[in-house]
């Protein structure tokens, strides 16, 4: 099977994805000294920087499912890293105080998430790749 013959070569969906697996367990391996997947990571430090926020808000901002937010947000919830606050109809997401003892420990897994894919793929041609990504992505979510 030859990769350009097959036509992956120029397919944005086959290519994307490709990247995106890579790219996830790279993460997961980073993530793991801390015991919470990427994902979860990330919902934290969005609640951490907008303490209060609404679910609706928080899916908005993570680009996923008010069902996906859900069941991160249960899971948070279970581990003791974020709590909600009832306020009239709305939910608000709160970090804890051990939710927020984690800052530090997220931010040196990304920057080595980031120092790895950096030490690939060049950092200027990783940084333009995640410029790319997002203009694109902007582009097509907004279609």
């Given at each position: 099977?030859?990769?350009?013959?097959?036509?992956?070569?120029?397919?944005?969906?086959?290519?994307?994805?490709?990247?995106?697996?890579?790219?996830?367990?790279?993460?997961?391996?980073?993530?793991?000294?801390?015991?919470?997947?990427?994902?979860?990571?990330?919902?934290?430090?969005?609640?951490?920087?907008?303490?209060?926020?609404?679910?609706?808000?928080?899916?908005?901002?993570?680009?996923?499912?008010?069902?996906?937010?859900?069941?991160?947000?249960?899971?948070?919830?279970?581990?003791?890293?974020?709590?909600?606050?009832?306020?009239?109809?709305?939910?608000?997401i709160y970090p804890t105080d051990k939710g927020l003892q984690l800052h530090k420990e997220i931010n040196r897994c990304w920057q080595r998430l980031n120092e790895?894919?950096?030490?690939?793929?060049?950092?200027?041609?990783?940084?333009?790749?995640?410029?790319?990504?997002?203009?694109?992505?902007?582009?097509?979510?907004?279609?």
């Open positions: 099977m030859n990769f350009e013959e097959d036509g992956f070569f120029d397919c944005p969906f086959f290519n994307v994805n490709r990247l995106a697996r890579v790219m996830n367990k790279m993460a997961e391996e980073e993530f793991a000294l801390i015991g919470l997947s990427p994902s979860y990571a990330y919902l934290l430090m969005v609640v951490e920087q907008n303490p209060g926020i609404t679910q609706k808000d928080l899916s908005e901002t993570l680009h996923i499912a008010p069902s996906t937010s859900t069941r991160f947000i249960d899971k948070l919830v279970s581990k003791g890293l974020v709590q909600r606050k009832s306020e009239g109809k709305l939910a608000l790895r894919f950096a030490d690939i793929v060049g950092s200027e041609q990783g940084s333009m790749l995640s410029g790319m990504m997002h203009a694109v992505s902007e582009k097509v979510e907004k279609k």
